[in-house]
């Protein structure tokens, strides 16, 4: 055994302290060496050349010393940068890792991946040339996929594999062409397509997505989502996101050039952003749109969702003081309107502008303004509009309306109790464009609101399913007093009934909005009782409340009668009973009919990575023309070792049928993952679109889901990625 040692040739500019595997000597041992020491050295048998983290094994190699390169063939094995290569031939540059090897294979240790080839060039350490070769990462000899390229670059600067004249092969299957694709070559976020997604829906037949994404930089990317509707055409979609030290938003738009069944064009938009300006102003909008009422109905699965029937165009400016904050907004809504069940169209504010200002203990005291200056307006006679299609003394076409709120309070908080009274005044001014005839034009109202929040606050050690907790007991009064005014002549511009629930008892007003100030004289009394670990974490939670009236309330809304000496009882219930195991519960109980007229019940087992059921009752028969009563499952388990089963079903028992209805399966192999999902949607008030996907992931190719994880997502509460390490939702 012959071993000789050369020293490598000294990097210009290059420090001591940042030697490299370039700074280090190259060490070569062989059975044999001839040659001269001065130029070149031949080596045979055994040969193995070691520089820094470079080795190179052999049956044969030439060191050229001036050139400082290495030629080696025979059964060769190399270990470069943390890769291992296998090949015929190697010729290697030590000083610039320039070179190539014929006929290997390899095995990249960034991302598991590895390949056979004709040969590959290295152009240098970071940057290799892949000839007529394959990628996977798949770790059998034998992949499951496995790509085919003529030319494959491996840019380890860039984190990038670009491959063009490429077929994609699945259990020996061609499953995709491309004359060009880029990937990823670790788990950051890189261009490339993302998994294709098959399927089939009631309203467009065939469907074939095929999403490409776009990595133009750390804080901006695209992803384009061209889809093929068998139907309809093809559908171009596209989603930008982008976020800078003053900005971010994200902006989403399809369209369908000559919809085959509706005969037009066929689109949709959406797009929010926020800009603050140096120092204290901040620009935002809101902007939805579609190009038609049956959107929602044909393409469930897109922008505009079956629940989301008024778009939002929202545009405001806002600027912030020490104490204040002044907004100018312009803001309406596109109506996507159901015959079946026809929803009004809300009133534009073009403009609305509001100030609020407030401080907190000012000796002692605390006190807030609002004032807000607003111009409505709204289409007359809208033809199928349930409130505008006939003139109304509640909703006038336009109008102007002026809103000062000023409030004051001295909260006393002390360890085991808290109260704080409260002065409010409601000042209101209309100015109005009626289209009744003999309504008034000019209204004005002030109302005074006086209020009392107290509370105790009681503490004791116990015991919570056999672990040591805190119990606290905390009773709580909350008293309100404001004075009678009719408003039966004053405008509905955005005001409506506030929904009844536990946060509500403790509002001063039954309504939302400005344009109804309720009378009180009311109380309402709470009591609740919290269970609290030591690490100061709420593990479960018991509340009951009501509120009680002491005189009748007469500001309503129309349809809307008020003659109790009562609220509902509410109750509500919410712990974790142990790691796996949650449960929830609340209920409205009417005492004048003595029944539970809302309640819903909702347990989750979650006992481990991957493995959750959800299961909640609820029911609402307060409103007595649209009852409510459903039960709603829905589950991500495992089936074997590799696949999973995932599934939700939305049941209502009043109509004896499924709403909403979800059942997919997944397999997890070692380096890929497929998943087939069906998915029953409701699009209108009679209608539902029933969906059919199938979608192939390949692990290191495409990392990102397309439909069918949004719609997983979505459906099954706690549901988690099998693919992530711990099964990390995203």
């Given at each position: 055994?012959?071993?000789?040692?050369?020293?490598?040739?000294?990097?210009?500019?290059?420090?001591?302290?940042?030697?490299?595997?370039?700074?280090?000597?190259?060490?070569?041992?062989?059975?044999?060496?001839?040659?001269?020491?001065?130029?070149?050295?031949?080596?045979?048998?055994?040969?193995?050349?070691?520089?820094?983290?470079?080795?190179?094994?052999?049956?044969?190699?030439?060191?050229?010393?001036?050139?400082?390169?290495?030629?080696?063939?025979?059964?060769?094995?190399?270990?470069?940068?943390?890769?291992?290569?296998?090949?015929?031939?190697?010729?290697?540059?030590?000083?610039?890792?320039?070179?190539?090897?014929?006929?290997?294979?390899?095995?990249?240790?960034?991302?598991?991946?590895?390949?056979?080839?004709?040969?590959?060039?290295?152009?240098?350490?970071?940057?290799?040339?892949?000839?007529?070769?394959?990628?996977?990462?798949?770790?059998?000899?034998?992949?499951?996929?496995?790509?085919?390229?003529?030319?494959?670059?491996?840019?380890?600067?860039?984190?990038?594999?670009?491959?063009?004249?490429?077929?994609?092969?699945?259990?020996?299957?061609?499953?995709?062409?491309?004359?060009?694709?880029?990937?990823?070559?670790?788990?950051?976020?890189?261009?490339?397509?993302?998994?294709?997604?098959?399927?089939?829906?009631?309203?467009?037949?065939?469907?074939?997505?095929?999403?490409?994404?776009?990595?133009?930089?750390?804080?901006?990317?695209?992803?384009?989502?061209?889809?093929?509707?068998?139907?309809?055409?093809?559908?171009?979609?596209?989603?930008?996101?982008?976020?800078?030290?003053?900005?971010?938003?994200?902006?989403?738009?399809?369209?369908?050039?000559?919809?085959?069944?509706?005969?037009?064009?066929?689109?949709?938009?959406?797009?929010?952003?926020?800009?603050?300006?140096?120092?204290?102003?901040?620009?935002?909008?809101?902007?939805?749109?579609?190009?038609?009422?049956?959107?929602?109905?044909?393409?469930?699965?897109?922008?505009?969702?079956?629940?989301?029937?008024?778009?939002?165009?929202?545009?405001?400016?806002?600027?912030?003081?020490?104490?204040?904050?002044?907004?100018?907004?312009?803001?309406?809504?596109?109506?996507?309107?159901?015959?079946?069940?026809?929803?009004?169209?809300?009133?534009?504010?073009?403009?609305?502008?509001?100030?609020?200002?407030?401080?907190?203990?000012?000796?002692?005291?605390?006190?807030?303004?609002?004032?807000?200056?607003?111009?409505?307006?709204?289409?007359?006679?809208?033809?199928?509009?349930?409130?505008?299609?006939?003139?109304?003394?509640?909703?006038?076409?336009?109008?102007?309306?002026?809103?000062?709120?000023?409030?004051?309070?001295?909260?006393?908080?002390?360890?085991?109790?808290?109260?704080?009274?409260?002065?409010?005044?409601?000042?209101?001014?209309?100015?109005?464009?009626?289209?009744?005839?003999?309504?008034?034009?000019?209204?004005?109202?002030?109302?005074?609101?006086?209020?009392?929040?107290?509370?105790?606050?009681?503490?004791?050690?116990?015991?919570?399913?056999?672990?040591?907790?805190?119990?606290?007991?905390?009773?709580?009064?909350?008293?309100?007093?404001?004075?009678?005014?009719?408003?039966?002549?004053?405008?509905?511009?955005?005001?409506?009934?506030?929904?009844?629930?536990?946060?509500?008892?403790?509002?001063?007003?039954?309504?939302?909005?400005?344009?109804?100030v309720s009378d009180a004289n009311q109380l309402t009394a709470a009591l609740v009782s919290r269970f609290i670990e030591p690490s100061g974490a709420e593990r479960a939670r018991v509340a009951v409340g009501q509120r009680y009236y002491f005189a009748d309330q007469s500001v309503t809304l129309p349809g809307i009668l008020n003659s109790q000496t009562r609220s509902d009882l509410l109750l509500a219930a919410a712990g974790k009973i142990s790691q796996a195991v949650s449960v929830e519960a609340n209920m409205q109980y009417s005492q004048s009919l003595r029944t539970m007229v809302r309640d819903n019940y909702g347990v989750r087992w979650q006992p481990g990575p991957m493995r959750v059921l959800n299961l909640q009752y609820r029911r609402d028969v307060a409103n007595l023309l649209s009852p409510l009563e459903q039960i709603d499952m829905s589950a991500q388990w495992p089936m074997s070792q590799r696949w999973y089963g995932v599934g939700r079903v939305n049941y209502s028992l009043n109509d004896k049928k499924t709403a909403e209805a979800l059942l997919g399966l997944e397999y997890k192999a070692d380096c890929w993952i497929f998943r087939v999902v069906a998915q029953r949607t409701p699009t209108a008030a009679n209608t539902a679109t029933t969906g059919f996907f199938v979608q192939l992931e390949l692990n290191g190719l495409s990392r990102i889901g397309s439909n069918p994880l949004e719609a997983l997502r979505q459906n099954i509460p706690g549901y988690?990625?099998?693919?992530?390490?711990?099964?990390?939702?995203?």
């Open positions: 055994m012959v071993t000789t040692t050369v020293a490598a040739a000294a990097l210009p500019g290059v420090a001591a302290a940042q030697a490299t595997d370039k700074d280090e000597p190259v060490s070569i041992s062989a059975e044999r060496m001839t040659g001269r020491p001065d130029r070149e050295i031949n080596f045979d048998t055994n040969v193995e050349i070691i520089q820094g983290t470079t080795v190179i094994e052999g049956d044969r190699a030439t060191y050229n010393i001036l050139k400082d390169e290495v030629d080696a063939s025979g059964h060769i094995r190399m270990r470069r940068m943390g890769d291992n290569y296998t090949g015929e031939s190697v010729r290697l540059r030590i000083d610039s890792g320039e070179g190539f090897i014929t006929q290997p294979t390899y095995h990249l240790q960034r991302n598991n991946a590895q390949g056979s080839a004709e040969r590959i060039d290295f152009q240098s350490e970071d940057e290799a040339l892949v000839s007529e070769g394959t990628y996977s990462t798949c770790e059998s000899p034998d992949p499951d996929w496995y790509l085919k390229s003529s030319r494959l670059r491996l840019d380890k600067t860039r984190d990038t594999g670009f491959a063009t004249n490429t077929l994609v092969y699945f259990k020996g299957v061609p499953i995709l062409a491309a004359p060009a694709m880029s990937f990823p070559l670790s788990d950051a976020r890189k261009s490339g397509v993302l998994p294709p997604t098959i399927g089939s829906t009631n309203k467009g037949g065939l469907e074939v997505t095929v999403p490409y994404y776009f990595n133009i930089a750390p804080n901006r990317d695209l992803t384009l989502y061209p889809k093929l509707i068998s139907r309809r055409g093809v559908q171009l979609g596209a989603e930008g996101r982008y976020l800078g030290e003053t900005y971010t938003g994200e902006t989403r738009v399809e369209y369908l050039p000559g919809d085959r069944e509706m005969k037009s064009d066929r689109y949709a938009l959406s797009s929010i952003h926020t800009q603050s300006f140096a120092p204290a102003w901040t620009f935002n909008w809101n902007l939805n749109t579609a190009s038609d009422d049956k959107y929602p109905d044909d393409f469930a699965s897109t922008i505009t969702t079956s629940k989301q029937r008024l778009l939002l165009r929202d545009m405001n400016l806002t600027y912030g003081g020490t104490f204040w904050y002044a907004t100018l907004r312009a803001s309406n809504y596109q109506v996507l309107q159901d015959l079946a069940a026809p929803i009004a169209r809300p009133y534009d504010r073009l403009p609305q502008f509001t100030l609020r200002a407030e401080k907190q203990d000012v000796n002692g005291w605390d006190w807030s303004a609002d004032v807000e200056a607003t111009r409505f307006w709204h289409p007359d006679n809208l033809a199928g509009d349930p409130v505008f299609a006939q003139p109304n003394i509640l909703y006038p076409q336009a109008g102007n309306r002026v809103v000062f709120n000023p409030k004051l309070s001295y909260p006393i908080l002390r360890p085991g109790f808290f109260l704080t009274p409260k002065l409010s005044l409601h000042a209101t001014s209309y100015s109005l464009d009626n289209r009744a005839i003999g309504a008034p034009t000019s209204l004005n109202r002030t109302l005074p609101t006086a209020s009392i929040d107290s509370g105790l606050v009681f503490e004791r050690d116990a015991n919570f399913f056999g672990n040591a907790v805190s119990q606290t007991l905390e009773p709580r009064l909350f008293y309100v007093y404001t004075p009678y005014r009719d408003q039966s002549q004053f405008p509905l511009f955005d005001s409506g009934l506030a929904d009844f629930n536990y946060a509500q008892l403790f509002s001063e007003s039954r309504f939302v909005g400005h344009d109804r988690q990625l099998i693919n992530q390490p711990g099964g990390n939702s995203r």
